[in-house]
């Protein structure tokens, strides 16, 4: 986890101040009625405050008591704030997007850019003004106008007002990384770039509208949920409001007291209803998304980081993700009749000019056998690049001829100079290939064959912990390789997937995702060129490295701006600590109501057949916290529902602690705190509550 | 308390649980068409009800086509009985005359408001009796218009609760069964050979079985007496395994010739759970691991026994004022209560009646202590689920089951699911649907009979308990379960027609939201359990179950009960009573 989020932006703390005072006048701001309808449960507690603004209005000028005034105001406001600061933590996930998206809108907006005319020439446009098929010119100094792909040139790229990264990349035309991105600056050399995407549709736009939340769409999660917490209100509205009769029909039976008046009932209905998931849930998805960024990945859609909770299986590709993506050279494995020392040697001299990484890790394995390296230009030695036709490299040293290569490459070559391969040589290709090594074979044309040397993958640290954890979490990891099927299975076993696919091909690829979804698993990939677009797209998570394709992007619903394919672990981790910082919120807050019936019930019928002597009815009996009077009782309660709403809004925007491990384990855990927790916390919180109420004189004495 | 108490208590749960396994599996079988050991004597009974009835059982029906099923055969049994209530003068099998000028006088008329009430009330396996049977109901209106209803309102139960099993069991399917299969199946293979011995069995007790005129004999102090008799031991047995409830006298089981002896108590006991119980067993069979049946058994049982422990407690410490006046000393609250069955078996039986949808009774509700009282209506209030109908506490439960998983699912990080079927926004609405109808008819009802004079005066007694008594009402009516508090002079034309609303709306308005669910799960793709499936099968699973059943069912009533038993039991300790 650490690589990736070294690399990811640092971002701003999460309450500074000016962050908090633009969260709380959007908190104002949505009042708006309109905005307040799109969550049920806050409609209710907003049409409630309202209700009791009109009585209190009708009691302050009425000349009803200043007691009566006193404690109706108190409530009224606390239902206020209780809205509000269900705004506020809505704001507040919102915000930490917002910032960046004001500094992107900037960068788009002053842009400009040189387009060609059909008939040959240049004319200078807005960037706005880009259509989809335009093909513009960009030299080095300028920014790349909107979304692209490369179609003539190379340029290094600076991508940081994306990326974060200050890092130039490469960017050129054909190939997998011909993919531009407006609002990043081309650094040197200069491209021509066929746009891609009409103004208002571009990766920056689609940033700008996630960020801000704008468009925001409730997942299917979340609108189940919302389903629920309706429902569950709508429960309670029925039991408050028939509260009114059934006590009206109680006091005239048994005097004692007066009936609840309707702020009380208000108060009761607030304390009820789940106004702790109701207040933070748009909060909790959004702050997911966001997570998600400062992870240097981009999600389409919230729909995209919740799926990422569900999937079953990981498609992750060998190189770079589970393996380095570079192989090293660990050994070298002599034919019969010539030694290590030899064969190293003529390793180390076909590999001297080789600049790739496996190349340089066989000069260094042959520094062991006290090979220095040579200076080169003396011996007049001509170097023979690999190609992909040879598929072999070399030296032509004088007269000596030396190649290493693919064995199939190395054996054909020499058959043509007429020479024999040895039996043992084969024997110790293969050998190498099972245990998921890459054999290159060493000939030269004066002795013939001479050995191999052992490539080896090396599994890059802590993968085999990660992918235990995955399974621990009920997640298999498949494997995707071009490798063949024997060296893929010793690489598996080394690293500890679960499967995996050898010699893949996009159509194998896509074989295997169906073959998954049609067993009821959701998929999760990692993908980059033109030919996994089709896999993207059916992955139910298909994470497209920024360093892809144009088609690739568009076809994943989570662009990962680092390219690290690894980072798909984390992904699915985000996802699941979002349902689950859900799930838990609305456990806490269902589970808080056990204690407010036992602040707020006592308070409604204490009184009910009181004996004029002692004050309190039987039901008083119920005030087991021991609060100090009906209408401490009651603010009390309404004060604690509204700060819990405060008070957990770190952990909305944060998450819950994430560890992986096996659901029974995870529930066991997070039932204990936000279960027990949710049912005792209320407890001493409302009981403290009562205790400063008294002690600030803000409840009367009776 | 006593330890012989609890040893029945628990001999009442060792037996029950015995009995779970064999007959779910047999039950499984059933439903699913399979052969079985009765099949040579009841198949061709079978067919010929088919052919009769022109059905071709193994056409697959959507939910849609269910329901109506289910809705237009329960409708054609409602209206039929009415009519053959409102007619039984003219009817044969009328010995007492009742309906007629020759009834004995006291007889209940049978007006259309009760008629309405008692065709609603039998048809949707309530049984809640505005009426005394032995002073207004013939022979043919007991044995044709209400028993029938017994048989074929808990077949019809059964055959939502297999709908909704087969939804969880089906995969990528658009239907949920036949019903006329299933009901058909259900009578003949379920209820017929249980009843069948269960019936001998009470007949041997000394249970009245004969169609004679009631004698009339003297007592020993000289006196004349009318004894009401009738063709009992046949209605009780499907009385109690269809969880019907409905009294073929108005002392329903507290009766001699009922329930004549303790052994007879324990059987109608058992009966009352045993397809409920089963039902569990069948569900865990079905869906291809018993461990599910057996976790929602294990939450029932739960309940069940804090509501027997808190009845049998309340009960033996009785009313304080007795103790304190020394009133059946060390015997504690024995009001109400047949000496024959004791403490105990009446605790056993009050919280088996009223968890079970059944409303049978063997103690006089009325007469317990308010403690007592709260368990009956927390049992009907969180919707029948304590084992529960039959069919009707396993689809209740399984829908509690639903709702538990969405609301703690998430909590393992991952969207919810229930036996591989994910739990999305259209499973939720129909869980909800299912809470929320019964949790309106309930109150929105109550307070309108506390809220009209004329029904509120209608309660005899005064305070909580008489706010008590109207809450039971509609909390039974609605729960389907048929007991009361009494108290209430229930056969008026408002308490015949919202307890018939009542009875209408917890019976279809929850079924149908059942078979919807049946249908949305059947059509999912099924997800293969993983490590990171939230479980359910374990003891945690059980006391979320559990925990969500009290906070979202009870809790909703607990500003009620609190008005009500709670309120009273406060003002019992202080010296009051009503």
């Known amino acids: 986890m650490s690589a990736s989020r070294s690399t990811s932006r640092r971002r701003a703390a999460n309450f500074d101040a000016p962050m908090v005072r633009r969260a709380a006048g959007d908190a104002l701001r949505k009042l708006h009625p309109r905005l307040l309808a799109r969550n049920p449960v806050m409609f209710v507690v907003a049409v409630g405050s309202v209700l009791t603004t009109g009585l209190l209005l009708r009691d302050a000028i009425g000349g009803a008591g200043a007691r009566v005034v006193l404690f109706e105001g108190q409530v009224t406001l606390w239902l206020w704030f209780t809205v509000l600061f269900a705004n506020f933590a809505e704001a507040m996930a919102e915000g930490r997007g917002k910032a960046q998206a004001d500094s992107l809108r900037r960068t788009r907006q002053e842009t400009s850019a040189r387009r060609e005319l059909p008939g040959g020439g240049l004319e200078t446009v807005s960037a706005t003004a880009l259509r989809k098929g335009d093909i513009v010119r960009i030299e080095a100094g300028e920014m790349i106008p909107g979304d692209g792909d490369a179609i003539e040139g190379v340029a290094t790229v600076n991508e940081a007002a994306i990326t974060g990264e200050s890092a130039p990349v490469i960017r050129e035309s054909g190939g997998d990384r011909s993919a531009v991105t407006g609002g990043t600056t081309v650094l040197s050399d200069w491209l021509r770039i066929r746009i891609t995407a009409n103004p208002g549709e571009t990766f920056v736009d689609r940033m700008i509208a996630l960020v801000e939340g704008a468009e925001r769409q409730k997942t299917p999660n979340e609108i189940a949920l919302n389903i629920l917490l309706a429902g569950l209100t709508i429960v309670f509205l029925l039991a408050t409001v028939t509260l009114l009769p059934y006590s009206l029909y109680a006091v005239q039976a048994g005097g004692g007291s007066a009936p609840p008046t309707v702020p009380i009932l208000v108060a009761l209905l607030v304390c009820l209803i789940p106004t702790t998931i109701g207040g933070l849930l748009s909060a909790i998805g959004i702050a997911g998304i966001d997570r998600v960024m400062q992870h240097n990945v981009l999600a389409t859609s919230g729909r995209a980081v919740e799926a990422a909770g569900d999937v079953d299986t990981l498609l992750l590709d060998k190189t770079g993700t589970i393996t380095l993506g570079n192989r090293q050279a660990v050994e070298f494995r002599p034919v019969a009749g010539v030694d290590e020392a030899t064969l190293a040697d003529a390793a180390q001299l076909s590999s001297l000019a080789d600049e790739t990484p496996e190349g340089r890790s066989i000069v260094v394995l042959a520094k062991e056998y006290g090979l220095r390296e040579r200076e080169l230009a003396s011996h007049e030695a001509r170097f023979v690049e690999f190609t992909a036709q040879t598929r072999m490299s070399g030296v032509d040293w004088g007269q000596r001829r030396i190649r290493k290569g693919a064995a199939e490459a190395v054996y054909r070559w020499l058959r043509e100079q007429g020479m024999a391969i040895p039996h043992d040589l084969e024997a110790s290709a293969t050998s190498v290939a099972q245990v998921g090594g890459t054999p290159l074979v060493v000939a030269d044309n004066t002795s013939g064959a001479l050995g191999v040397i052992y490539l080896k993958d090396i599994v890059k640290g802590g993968m085999r912990e990660r992918f235990d954890q995955l399974r621990a979490m009920g997640i298999r990891t498949i494997m995707i390789t071009g490798d063949n099927p024997l060296t893929a299975a010793a690489i598996a076993g080394e690293a500890g997937v679960d499967d995996f696919l050898a010699e893949a091909t996009p159509e194998a690829k896509m074989q295997l995702i169906r073959r998954e979804q049609a067993g009821g698993r959701m998929v999760a990939m990692t993908g980059d060129g033109t030919n996994d677009a089709p896999a993207l797209a059916a992955a139910d998570v298909g994470v497209a490295m920024n360093t892809g394709t144009q088609a690739a992007k568009e076809a994943g619903n989570m662009v990962d701006l680092d390219s690290n394919p690894t980072k798909l672990i984390e992904v699915v981790e985000i996802g699941k600590q979002l349902l689950m910082t859900r799930g838990a919120l609305t456990t806490f807050s269902i589970a808080n109501d056990v204690a407010k019936y036992f602040a707020i019930l006592p308070a409604l019928f204490g009184g009910l057949y009181a004996l004029a002597r002692a004050g309190h009815g039987p039901l008083w009996a119920l005030n087991i916290m021991g609060l100090h009077s009906p209408e401490s009782a009651i603010l009390a309660a309404v004060i604690f529902n509204a700060l819990i709403i405060v008070a957990l809004i770190p952990l909305a925007l944060r998450g819950v602690t994430y560890r992986p491990m096996a659901a029974a384990q995870l529930l066991r855990r997070n039932l204990l705190v936000y279960g027990l927790g949710g049912v005792l916390a209320p407890f001493p919180g409302i009981w403290l509550i009562d205790r400063l109420l008294v002690l600030l004189h803000l409840a009367p004495n009776a | ?578």
């Open chain 2, 1 to 578: 308390m006593t330890l012989l108490g609890w040893a029945q208590i628990a001999l009442f749960l060792a037996l029950l649980y015995l009995a779970t396994r064999p007959l779910g599996r047999y039950l499984a079988r059933v439903f699913a068409g399979e052969r079985n050991a009765l099949d040579r004597v009841l198949g061709p009974l079978e067919r010929l009800i088919y052919r009769l009835a022109g059905i071709d059982p193994h056409v697959e029906m959507h939910p849609t086509a269910y329901a109506l099923a289910l809705l237009a055969f329960s409708l054609v049994g409602t209206l039929l009985t009415y009519v053959l209530l409102r007619c039984q003068g003219w009817l044969p099998l009328n010995p007492m005359g009742f309906s007629t000028a020759t009834a004995p006088r006291g007889a209940t008329a049978m007006t259309p408001d009760l008629a309405f009430n008692t065709a609603v009330s039998f048809a949707t396996n309530t049984n809640w009796q505005a009426y005394g049977g032995e002073s207004t109901l013939s022979y043919l209106s007991q044995m044709l218009a209400l028993a029938y209803h017994n048989w074929v309102s808990a077949a019809a139960g059964m055959a939502v609760a297999v709908a909704l099993v087969r939804g969880f069991a089906r995969r990528g399917a658009a239907t949920i069964g036949n019903f006329w299969f299933d009901l058909v199946r259900a009578t003949l293979y379920v209820l017929l050979p249980l009843c069948v011995v269960f019936s001998l069995v009470l007949v041997s007790q000394g249970v009245a079985q004969n169609l004679a005129p009631y004698p009339t004999v003297s007592t020993l102090d000289g006196g004349r007496q009318t004894i009401a008799m009738g063709p009992v031991a046949s209605q009780e047995a499907i009385k109690m395994l269809g969880t019907n409830g409905g009294g073929f006298f108005n002392a329903n089981s507290a009766h001699p010739f009922e329930n004549p002896t303790p052994l007879t108590n324990m059987l109608s006991m058992l009966s009352i759970f045993l397809l409920p119980a089963a039902l569990f067993g069948m569900f865990g069979a079905m869906v291809g691991d018993e461990r599910q049946g057996w976790a929602l058994w294990a939450a029932s049982a739960v309940m069940f026994l804090v509501g027997v422990t808190t009845v049998y407690a309340a009960e033996t410490a009785g009313s304080p004022l007795a103790v304190r006046h020394g009133v059946a000393a060390g015997q504690g609250n024995m009001e109400g209560k047949e000496q024959r069955f004791g403490q105990a078996q009446s605790a056993l039986f009050t919280t088996v009646t009223t968890a079970a949808s059944c409303g049978a009774v063997c103690a006089m509700h009325d007469s317990l202590t308010p403690l007592a009282t709260l368990v009956p209506l927390v049992n009907m209030q969180t919707d029948e689920v304590i084992f529960g109908g039959v069919g009707a506490g396993l689809y209740g439960l399984l829908i509690y089951a639903v709702l538990t998983v969405f609301i703690a699912g998430l909590m393992v990080g991952r969207t919810p699911e229930y036996l591989g079927k994910r739990i999305e926004a259209r499973e939720v609405k129909l869980a909800m649907l299912f809470v929320l109808v019964s949790s309106a008819s309930i109150l929105c009802l109550t307070a309108l009979a506390v809220s009209l004079p004329g029904p509120s005066s209608g309660v005899l007694n005064g305070g909580p308990r008489g706010f008590g008594e109207m809450l039971y009402a509609f909390s039974s009516a609605t729960g389907n379960n048929g007991s009361a508090l009494a108290g209430i002079t229930a056969n008026t034309p408002f308490y015949n027609v919202a307890l018939g609303l009542a009875m209408l709306v917890g019976r279809f308005l929850m079924m149908l939201p059942a078979l919807a669910l049946a249908g949305s799960l059947a059509a999912k793709k099924y997800t293969p359990p993983s490590a990171g499936t939230f479980p359910t099968t374990t003891g945690l699973f059980v006391a979320l179950l559990v925990g969500v059943i009290v906070i979202v069912a009870a809790l909703t009533f607990f500003p009620a009960l609190s008005l009500g038993p709670i309120l009273e039991h406060g003002l019992m300790h202080a010296g009051r009573l009503f």
